[in-house]
T-cell receptor
Framework: GAVVSQHPSWVICKSGTSVKIECRSLDFQATTMFWYRQFPKQSLMLMATSNEGSKATYEQGVEKDKFLINHASLTLSTLTVTSAHPEDSSFYIC?????????????FGAGTRLSVL | LAKTTQPISMDSYEGQEVNITCSHNNIATNDYITWYQQFPSQGPRFIIQGYKTKVTNEVASLFIPADRKSSTLSLPRVSLSDTAVYYCLVAGREAAGNKLTFGGGTRVLVKP
């Protein structure tokens, strides 16, 4: 299957700093990428849909000024957690959508573990 | 978005076949059924996708009845490394709305 690379895999930062997470589709172009958040023992929660060349669409309850998304190319989307606080500590996962015949498939990155001190 | 319901957990033994059934009563005409596997601290891994009848790949089989209100993921001869959470998702394609809404998934524990 297609490969999605996510970087970094793990980051620790101080409260108040900003953290950028990159998501790349390595062997296909993705006009649409998605960002998820997952707390321990819970399921993935969709945060936003990232569209190449346009503004991201955020899910209800997700602060767009807090979680800045940029999708500057067909293979790269970034999520910046601004002024991070301990409650932002979580596992962040991106996915990229590949059209596959009649359906389409989202391929996921390995995830980024964010710990805010 | 069609809601899915699947067992919270299942136990099995090495070498057995594991079948996980997912209910999606309000699936739409243009919705596809997709299954993912997730290990702790990793992103979900695509297993299989189908629209109707039966789909098989090198990893699993997906059985979808004619009414499409449910689907069954079949994992043949599981091993310890198949212990994971398995998610069933239903979503449309492109403009029809293909956001994935993850439910709780099924925790499969494979015992020796």
């Amino acid at each position: 299957g297609a490969v999605v690379s996510q970087h970094p895999s793990w980051v620790i930062c101080k409260s108040g700093t900003s953290v950028k997470i990159e998501c790349r589709s390595l062997d296909f172009q993705a006009t649409t990428m998605f960002w998820y958040r997952q707390f321990p023992k819970q399921s993935l929660m969709l945060m936003a849909t990232s569209n190449e060349g346009s503004k991201a669409t955020y899910e209800q309850g997700v602060e767009k000024d807090k979680f800045l998304i940029n999708h500057a190319s067909l293979t790269l989307s970034t999520l910046t957690v601004t002024s991070a606080h301990p409650e932002d500590s979580s596992f962040y996962i991106c996915s990229a959508r590949e059209l596959a015949g009649e359906g389409d498939i989202q391929y996921f990155g390995a995830g980024t573990r964010l710990s805010v001190l | 978005l069609a809601k899915t319901t699947q067992p919270i957990s299942m136990d099995s033994y090495e070498g057995q076949e594991v079948n996980i059934t997912c209910s999606h009563n309000n699936i739409a005409t243009n919705d596809y059924i997709t299954w993912y596997q997730q290990f702790p601290s990793q992103g979900p891994r695509f297993i299989i996708q189908g629209y109707k009848t039966k789909v098989t790949n090198e990893v699993a089989s997906l059985f979808i009845p004619a009414d499409r209100k449910s689907s069954t993921l079949s994992l043949p001869r599981v091993s310890l490394s198949d212990t994971a959470v398995y998610y069933c998702l239903v979503a449309g394609r492109e403009a029809a709305g293909n956001k994935l809404t993850f439910g709780g998934g099924t925790r499969v524990l494979v015992k020796p």
